[in-house]
């Protein structure tokens, strides 16, 4: 396991657009019995309601949607390029099924009781301040809904204070 230290929101330096998008991060819930993570490309960060947040969609049929919604808690990792096949894996594959943690081997650390993976570069603990689904009526783009959910399958978007930054 490695060793991480925590860090302040002056010294995170970070392209959101490259970071998320692009390399991608692992949301991860549960507890120290328990913990899923799956891979995610959609999100961000940014300031509401006074605090440091970080915001996630999270399709209905998610396996760590369960943990998120049990917890009101969850880590984002940020793995480097190099563990790309792993994060293809675990986002093809359903925690709900198998245990994808453990075939893809990488491993589950705790902060303060939440599970993150270790082999992320950096770490951001959450903690859920609102939960709002995503619904047919609020498009105003109507084609979203055509492309997005032909199976119902709609996301719910959560916003989370960004409680602590890990760094190695
Ligand atoms: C690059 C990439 C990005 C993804 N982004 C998201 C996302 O933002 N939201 C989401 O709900 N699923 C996303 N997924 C799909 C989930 O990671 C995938 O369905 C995963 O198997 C769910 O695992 P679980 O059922 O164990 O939670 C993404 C998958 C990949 C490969």
Redesign the pocket.
């Known amino acids: 396991m490695h060793s991480f230290q925590e860090v302040g929101f002056a010294q995170m330096e970070v392209n959101p657009f490259k970071m998320i998008g692009q390399d ?1 991060m692992l949301v991860t819930a549960g507890n120290e019995e328990k913990a ?1 993570t ?6 961000g960060v940014g300031v509401i309601w006074g605090r440091n947040v970080a915001y ?4 209905d ?5 369960e943990f998120i919604d049990r917890e009101g808690k969850f880590s984002l990792s940020f793995p480097e390029e190099k563990f790309r096949k792993e ?2 894996f ?7 099924n198998e245990d ?1 943690i453990k075939e893809a081997g990488v491993h589950v650390g705790y902060h303060k009781g939440v599970p993150y993976i270790d082999e992320g570069s950096m770490i951001l603990i959450c903690r859920v301040m609102s939960k709002t689904p995503i619904t047919r009526d609020q498009f105003i783009d109507s084609s979203l809904d055509g492309i997005w959910y032909t199976d119902q399958d709609y ?1 719910t978007m959560y916003i989370a204070e960004i409680t602590d930054i890990l760094a190695r």
Not at 56 to 59: E, L, V, Y
Not at 90 to 96: H, M, N, Q, Y
């Open positions: 991608w899923n799956m891979t995610a490309s959609w999100g996630i969609f999270i399709r049929s998610r396996f760590t949607k994060m293809k675990l986002g093809a594959v359903s925690g709900r994808k996301h």
